[in-house]
């Protein structure tokens, strides 16, 4: 087995630190290995270590990944849109397939386990039974911003919350390319931010003490900008609503 040489290693180990460290992307690809799960819809899961639920199983056309420890961070990772392109050309495509991470899985030396739909998608046209038969491939990838075209950011409350004294909360249709480090809570017009608990994956929680009014969110992206949401989640929030932020990220 050939093994890089320590002025390689350490490029690879620079790549990794500038993707991984400040949640940008880069312009150079980093070799892996992905593998398929089955879904009997071919789409991602509604179980994901991420907390999504059922957006999990659907968001971005079912083009869903679980993602390696590596790229999972403890669930910073969780939201992130990679471009995987396998390196079979004789079956795959050039550009490969876009996917967002929902969940946390790994297999045989591999960063990625995609769904049927995004596995098969990086296949030319008539290729993808011959690329499942393969089952693991060989691939390149690299962080890319996500776009979610006509979404802002949701804030979806979990159904575990308990008005009004706990509040479970996860981001959906997170665009671009920065991970969310921190998210803060206080009532509207105020300045007394109390900070959120990464629960696991992407789902964020705090136990308050009530009365509040209308909950004003930020959050803190990987480079340390703090993003302020819009509109406020308001006061009598419910379980298992979906509140627009009024913002979206692009890059």
Not at 42 to 68: I, K
Request: aromatic residues 12%; hydrophobic residues 35%.
């Amino acid at each position: 087995m050939a093994y890089p040489s320590s002025g390689r290693l350490f490029a690879l180990l620079i790549v990794l630190e500038a993707l991984f460290s400040t949640g940008h992307s880069t312009s150079q690809f980093i070799s892996s290995r992905a593998v398929y799960s089955g879904t009997p819809d071919g789409l991602g899961t509604s179980s994901g270590a991420c907390g999504y639920g059922s957006y999990g199983r659907d968001v971005m056309a079912g083009n869903a990944a679980a993602a390696s420890q590596l790229l999972y961070r403890n669930g910073a990772g969780c939201g992130a849109c990679y471009q995987v392109r396998c390196k079979n050309q004789a079956l795959c495509t050039a550009n490969g397939v876009t996917v967002v991470v929902t969940d946390h899985g790994e297999g045989d030396r591999t960063d990625f386990i995609m769904s049927p739909h995004a596995f098969t998608t990086m296949a030319w046209p008539g290729k993808d039974k011959q690329l499942k038969a393969l089952g693991v491939v060989d691939i390149d990838y690299k962080r890319v911003p996500c776009n979610y075209p006509g979404h802002n950011i949701v804030f979806k409350i979990n159904q575990s919350s308990n008005y009004p004294y706990y509040l479970s909360l996860v981001l959906l249709y997170q665009g671009g390319q920065r991970d969310v480090e921190a998210v803060e809570i206080s009532q509207e017009r105020t300045s007394d931010w109390k900070e959120m608990r990464r629960s696991y994956g992407g789902v964020w929680d705090i136990v308050m003490s009530p009365p509040y009014t209308n909950l004003a969110i930020r959050f803190q992206l990987s480079g340390g900008e703090w993003i302020y949401a819009r509109n406020p989640i308001p006061s009598h929030w419910k379980a298992g609503a979906l509140y627009d932020a009024g913002v979206q990220l692009k890059y």
